[in-house]
Every structure is written in C-alpha cells, then in structure tokens.
C-alpha cells in the first residue's frame, strides 16, 4: 500500500487553514449561542454546525489514513453544500438570518473563504489521492 499525500505539501496548509476556521467557529457560535442564542437561533445554530465540519475536515485531512480521506471527502462535500444552501437561503430569504453565520452570504463576513475552500479541498483530495 502506498502511503498517503493528502497531509503532506500543500496538504498542511490547508489543514492549518482548516484549524484556524474550527476554532474561529467554534468560538464565535460558543459564544453566540451561549449569549444571544435567542437572537438568531437558526444562523448561530448554522455556525456552530460549520465549526463541527472544520473540525472534523481538519482532524481527518491532519491523520490523512484512507478512511480519514473519505471522512475528509464527505465533510468537506457537505460543507460545500451547506455554504451553498445557506448563502443562497440567505440572499433569498435575508429575514430568516437577522445574524449572519459562517457561511451567510456565501462566506461573504469572511472574504467568501468558506466558498473557496471546499472547492480547494476537495480538488486537493483528489489531486493527492493514491492509486488502489
């Protein structure tokens, strides 16, 4: 069996990235949830679902196994569709988001990072696969 490249290169960065957005979220929906949950549930709810898929992306992209990388693949798949479903929610129906959360706007409160990145790692998924 050959040995992976998903957490080697490039790899670490993007797995330091996904570190830094599970603890920006992680903190930011703690903190939103614990004082003002009543103001937004749904997007502070959102947000704190984010930070659970950042933290499971980067756990997964950093031990970098098989079975890690089709965790890596599958989470980052659903973090794409959720930035996709709620920036589009949130566009379409701006009263259902009186708060913005991490992926409100496509990302928009976060240079439309939580747009890209999805994008960037599952293509770096795929370019660093290994033959079976």
């Given amino acids: 069996m050959s040995e992976s490249r998903v957490n080697r290169g ?3 960065v993007l797995i330091v990235i996904y570190g830094v957005f599970a603890l920006a ?3 930011r929906s703690f903190s939103q949830i614990v004082t003002r ?3 937004a ?3 502070y709810t959102l947000s704190a679902i984010a930070a659970l898929i950042y933290i499971v992306a980067t756990v997964a992209l950093a031990r970098g196994d098989r079975t890690s990388t089709r965790v890596a693949t599958v989470a980052i798949a659903i973090e794409l569709a959720g930035v996709l479903v709620v920036g589009l929610a ?3 129906a701006p009263a259902a988001f009186p708060e913005a959360s991490v992926w409100s706007g496509f990302g928009s409160g976060y240079l439309f990072i939580p ?3 999805p994008l960037v790692g599952l293509w ?5 696969r290994t033959p079976q």
Avoid at 124 to 128: D, E, F, N, V
């Fill in 10 to 12: 490039f790899g670490r």
């Fill in 25 to 27: 979220a992680t903190a």
């Fill in 37 to 39: 949950f009543d103001e």
């Fill in 41 to 43: 549930p749904v997007a």
């Fill in 90 to 92: 949130s566009l379409l």
């Fill in 115 to 117: 747009l890209v990145l």
């Fill in 124 to 128: 770096w998924l795929w370019r660093s």
